[in-house]
């Protein structure tokens, strides 16, 4: 279960993920997103629009 830094339901000691591992992590299929502290809105955002990037 990935959480967001200040969610009151991240296991204690918990290690901080940046951006691009956390997005690494979320693209697992296995991966679950609290949805109780918005990281799965935002992170489910952040993925999506990455869909719209392409090389040109």
């Known amino acids: 279960m990935l959480h967001a ?3 009151n339901k991240r296991p204690e000691g918990a290690p901080l993920l940046d951006v691009q591992r956390a997005l690494d992590v979320a693209e697992n299929p296995r991966t679950r997103l609290c949805t109780l502290c918005g990281c799965a809105q935002e ?3 952040l993925l999506s629009g990455l869909d719209y990037i392409t090389d040109s």
């Open 43 to 45: 992170l489910t955002l």
């Open 5 to 7: 830094p200040d969610c």
